[in-house]
């Protein structure tokens, strides 16, 4: 398995992968051309975000990286979303895999942490998530639909 940065020819796995997530998560689905804005989005930041992917002999799994910066610690920051594994390929490694190569890329950035939210009931990714070095923090997050 190899872990990286997302290139242009990753489009259609990615976009995949990003249905197959929202639909586990059970959110309305994006049109094809949101699905391609989001992509094509990602993939001309660079500096502000990026798509992890892992693959086997195809895409299996990933993760989006949006990189920030905190004045609390005056340095940067990576907050981590979307991270998805197949679920036939859930239990071999991957998202630890995905994680490990984002902690990397965050350190050569100099950053302060790593952030990630995930849903109240979502006990395997937040048992990952401890493993993976996470620690539960007391905030309560708000988000405002525009």
């Not at 890329?105 to 395997?124: F, I, M, Q, S």
Request: net charge negative; charged share 25%; hydrophobic share 45%.
């Amino acid at each position: 398995m190899q872990v990286r940065i997302a290139t242009q020819d990753d489009e259609a796995e990615i976009i995949r992968l990003l249905k197959e997530f929202m639909e586990f998560e059970k959110v309305d689905l994006l049109s094809d051309e949101e699905f391609r804005s989001v992509f094509t989005t990602v993939l001309a930041m660079p500096e502000r975000m990026q798509f992890l992917v892992a693959e086997t002999d195809q895409i299996v799994g990933m993760l989006t990286v949006l990189w920030g910066y905190s004045t609390w610690k005056g340095k940067p920051v990576a907050t981590l979303e979307d991270v998805y594994v197949r679920p036939d390929m859930r239990g071999c490694g991957i998202a630890t895999a995905l994680l490990a190569h984002a902690f990397g890329l965050a350190k050569e950035r100099g950053c302060a942490r790593v952030d990630l939210v995930t849903e109240t009931e979502n006990y395997p990714a937040q048992a990952l998530y401890k493993k993976a070095g996470f620690e539960l923090v007391p905030r309560v997050p708000f988000t405002k639909k525009l």
